[in-house]
């Protein structure tokens, strides 16, 4: 680091930009996936169902949403915390981090009309 | 159609505020243009692609793709932009006095150029990819409000544009003096917000499971959803309820910004002292 120059900078960059993607091949996701509850959700003529889910509050848990139209669309929230284009006739995981107590609004931002729903955790 | 415009409109600024302070930030280097046109029609052609594979693309890493792939483009950005602001550091005062430059200034000029050319495209390919898949999906459903639909993408796009043209025009009404200044904060919170999402991209991709729960929630005060929230969100990474993976990535850049700058600064100064001894 003592004679940093950009070009220099850059090749470190870079080097920790393959460390990182190194990092994320071997997800630790595969053991944590096994022990945390999934919730599975279909969407279908841009309705979620079932529309509400309560969880438990203050633990990691995933959404198994299945998208039953023909066309993609995007579980989107604010609430949440997360976004994730499910494509048409897919199915998407989306991993939700520990809750405190409450009511979380989602929608499928594609057909924000009618794809709505809400997650309690309790 | 409103709520066609309001789903694109989010996403044209999210990529328009960022090339349009790439756009402010190039000003004076030769052939910019040429290079922030070229970033966002490959970012375009990539949000294309982004689109037409969004399946295979999401089957990756178990299932987790997406956000590899939105973390990968991130922190490419990140990367991007530290390293603009290192070159600026040490050039960015010669430029400043004679905006024209020759030899190798120029050279490293292209190179970081090419740098927030990247920087554009990702942005583009980014935010992009979901407006096409969006816009694929009501032209897919053969809905007979389909041509109302794409009007409102439109109207988005055009909106979405003049904000971004507005913070150009706001950014180049700076005095030159100043210019440099701000645009190096802004680049470097730009950075630390982008840096701050891929730590949200990783969580969501179960790469990242500590520090992953909101810190404070500040939703309230200034919510994302609204639009200041947003343009707030994207050039200083606003964020109403931060991790504390998020805040960490955010004041890691900004100090390796500021470390960065300082060798390339001490480089350049010394070079100078150099140049003047044997002179």
């Known amino acids: ?122 | 159609m409103l709520a066609s415009f309001v789903i694109v409109f989010r996403e044209v600024i999210e990529a328009g505020l960022v090339v349009g302070v790439v756009l402010a930030a190039t000003r004076g280097l030769a052939h910019r243009g040429a290079y922030v046109a070229g970033g966002v029609f490959a970012g375009f052609l990539g949000a294309c692609l982004v689109a037409a594979f969004a399946g295979a693309i999401a089957d990756l890493f178990e299932g987790s793709g997406q956000e590899a792939l939105n973390a990968a483009v991130l922190l490419v950005a990140v990367v991007m932009l530290i390293w603009h602001n290192a070159w600026m550091a040490s050039h960015g005062r010669e430029l400043a006095r004679s905006l024209k430059s020759v030899g190798e200034e120029v050279k490293a000029g292209h190179r970081s150029l090419m740098a927030l050319a990247i920087v554009c495209a990702v942005a583009v390919l980014r935010e992009g990819s979901e407006v096409v898949l969006f816009l694929y999906g009501v032209a897919a459903a053969g809905q007979t409000t389909a041509s109302g639909i794409l009007g409102g993408g439109l109207l988005g796009i055009a909106g979405g544009a003049v904000i971004s043209a507005l913070l150009y025009l706001g950014l180049i009404a700076i005095p030159l003096r100043h210019l440099f200044g701000v645009l190096t904060a802004l680049i470097t919170l730009l950075a630390a917000g982008l840096a701050a999402q891929a730590m949200r991209f990783l969580a969501q991709g179960g790469w990242l499971n500590d520090w992953v729960t909101p810190l404070w929630d500040t939703s309230s005060v200034l919510s994302e959803e609204s639009l200041p929230g947003r343009i707030a969100h994207i050039l200083v990474g606003y964020a109403s309820q931060p991790s504390a993976s998020e805040l960490a990535a955010y004041l890691a850049v900004i100090a390796v910004m500021l470390v960065v700058r300082w060798f390339a600064g001490q480089e350049r100064d010394g070079h100078r002292g150099g140049m003047r001894a044997s002179a």
């Open chain 1, 1 to 122: 680091m003592a004679s940093l120059s950009p070009a220099a900078f850059f090749r470190t960059a870079l080097f920790t930009a393959a460390c990182l993607a190194e990092f994320a091949v071997s997800p630790v996701s595969s053991a944590a996936a096994a022990d945390v509850p999934t919730f599975e959700m279909t969407l279908k003529d841009h309705v979620f169902t079932p529309s509400e889910i309560e969880v438990p509050a203050n633990q990691r848990f995933q959404i198994k949403l299945t998208n039953e139209d023909a066309t993609p669309d995007e579980f989107d929230s604010h609430d949440l915390r997360v976004e994730k284009v499910v494509g048409g006739g897919q199915t998407g995981i989306i991993r939700i981090q520990p809750l405190v107590p409450g009511r979380y609004m989602f929608m499928g931002e594609y057909h924000a009309a009618t794809a709505r729903g809400v997650v309690t955790a309790k």
